[in-house]
T-cell receptor, first 113, second 114 residues
Framework: AQTVTQSQPEMSVQEAETVTLSCTYD???????LFWYKQPPSRQMILVIR??????QNATENRFSVNFQKAAKSFSLKISDSQLGDAAMYFCAYRRSDNDMRFGAGTRLTVKP | EAQVTQNPRYLITVTGKKLTVTCSQNMNHEYMSWYRQDPGLGLRQIYYSMNVEVTDKGDVPEGYKVSRKEKRNFPLILESPSPNQTSLYFC?????????????FGSGTRLTVV
């Protein structure tokens, strides 16, 4: 079974600074998708960004961007100009075409004012 | 508004008392899934459904049942809850099983079994 590993249980960042959350995954597939979800204290799961494995270009959504290294099976999330509202649990997830989504254990991000 | 509606939001029950957590989506999604979230373990899949009357086990199905009689509804049933089923539960849906589609999640159900 595919596994997703988030090696940082907790991270903290100063407001307005940049932080990178790490994610690695294990797969033998070549066609798949990767996702980052944000879970604020409200518990709602919010899609932050998505990356198609066949695309070389890293996905970007406003202050959120990814560093996708397919050969290394690495998918890190960079948050620029961190804001207090970015404080949340972040989950990395993997999904291949005919299967369910696999999640990492999560990284809790604290933003210090 | 396109959404997944999950109820109840909080539930405290006693060991052995049957309960149902409801999940309904209004997006005509084919694929629906139940996850449980536990600290340090992330989200683990309990059951999923690729379409009406088609359900299958995920990674942690023991102690749970599901049904998919209508496309929009996918209830999670705990016939005889035990304390180790205390967890945060999420229902999720996507247009199809194709990986291009991420999930839309319900707002979660915090279940405590005493």
């Amino acid at each position: 079974a595919q596994t997703v590993t988030q090696s940082q249980p907790e991270m903290s960042v100063q407001e307005a600074e940049t932080v990178t959350l790490s994610c690695t995954y294990d797969t033998s597939e070549s066609d798949y998708y990767l996702f980052w979800y944000k879970q604020p204290p409200s518990r709602q799961m919010i899609l932050v960004i998505r990356q198609e494995a066949y695309k070389q270009q890293n996905a970007t959504e406003n202050r959120f961007s990814v560093n996708f290294q397919k050969a290394a099976k690495s998918f890190s999330l960079k948050i620029s100009d961190s804001q207090l509202g970015d404080a949340a649990m972040y989950f990395c997830a993997y999904r291949r075409s005919d299967n369910d989504m696999r999640f990492g254990a999560g990284t809790r991000l604290t933003v210090k004012p | 508004e396109a959404q997944v509606t999950q109820n109840p939001r909080y539930l405290i029950t006693v060991t052995g008392k049957k309960l149902t957590v409801t999940c309904s989506q209004n997006m005509n999604h084919e694929y629906m899934s139940w996850y449980r979230q536990d600290p340090g373990l992330g989200l683990r899949q309990i059951y999923y459904s690729m379409n009406v009357e088609v359900t299958d086990k995920g990674d942690v199905p023991e102690g749970y049942k599901v049904s998919r009689k209508e496309k929009r509804n996918f209830p999670l049933i705990l016939e005889s809850p035990s304390p180790n089923q205390t967890s945060l539960y999420f229902c999720a849906s996507s247009l199809s099983v194709l990986a291009t589609y991420g999930y839309t999640f319900g707002s979660g159900t915090r279940l405590t079994v005493v």
